[in-house]
């Protein structure tokens, strides 16, 4: 166990609709951070939030957002779902707000398939 | 943007081999990071380098980094059938903040 909970751990849902993945990050870690894994693009970072703001943003589609609550757990939201969408989400945290020697924490993810 | 690309993208060996896999990148770097991953799982953490040291060991995990050439390579020494799993390298690179991965080398250990 990783202390990183994402939530949940299998999802099914059909094109044009909207889910939420759920990430608890691990004790003491202040930034969060969501990457795509799809087959063929490999680990794709989406989007890191720091202490409750965003500080940095990789190939988030506009159909997706997030967001990190006072609580420091943090939510992605994927709307008007299509099939490429099918993935693996992870969440991952860290004490760093970035740069440096930024180790990463991962999730055990989030396997989505949009049929 | 992926910016670590590895090299080669499937290696298969025997238990007691060394197995080594490759990582590349294309700007400069603050550090440079190997994560694992086990089939369907979250990445784990293996070792950083930073970009003013050349070599580091830890356990049978030996990496080393040329920055003249961008480039990186992991050697796992002793190959167990337990080290069957996907190697990552991640930069920093670029946005300074999130890390970059590349695609992967899956290596599978048999007994």
């Known amino acids: 166990d990783s202390g990183v909970t994402q939530t949940p751990k299998h999802l099914i849902t059909a094109t044009g609709q909207r889910v939420t993945l759920r990430c608890s990050p691990r004790?003491?870690?202040?930034?969060v951070y969501w990457y795509q894994q799809s087959l063929d693009q490999g680990l794709q970072f989406l989007i890191q939030?720091?202490?409750?703001?965003?500080?940095a943003k990789g190939n988030i589609l506009e159909r997706f957002s997030a967001q990190q609550f006072p609580d420091l757990h943090s939510e992605l939201n994927l709307s008007s779902l299509e099939l490429g969408d099918s993935a693996l989400y992870f969440c991952?945290?860290?004490?760093?707000?970035?740069?440096?020697?930024?180790?990463?924490?991962f999730g055990a993810g989030s396997r989505l398939t949009v049929l | 943007s992926q910016q670590g690309e590895e090299d080669p993208q499937a290696l298969s060996i025997q238990e007691g081999e060394n197995a080594t896999m490759n990582c590349s990148y294309k700007?400069?770097?603050?550090?440079l990071q190997w994560y694992r991953q086990n089939s369907g799982r979250g990445l784990v953490h293996l070792i950083l380098?930073?970009?003013?040291?050349r070599e580091k060991h830890s356990g049978r995990l030996r990496v080393t980094l040329d920055t003249s050439k961008k480039s990186s390579s992991l050697l796992i020494t002793a190959s167990r059938a337990a080290d069957t799993a996907s190697y990552f390298c991640?930069?920093?690179?670029?946005?300074?903040?999130?890390?970059?991965f590349g695609k992967g080398t899956s290596l599978l250990v048999t007994p």
């Open positions: 991952a945290s860290s004490t760093s707000r970035g740069g440096g020697a930024n180790v990463l924490t």
């Open positions: 004790s003491g870690d202040l930034s």
């Open positions: 939030y720091y202490n409750g703001e965003e500080r």
């Open positions: 700007t400069s770097i603050n550090n």
């Open positions: 380098i930073r970009s003013n040291e």
């Open positions: 991640a930069t920093d690179e670029n946005s300074g903040y999130a890390l970059n």
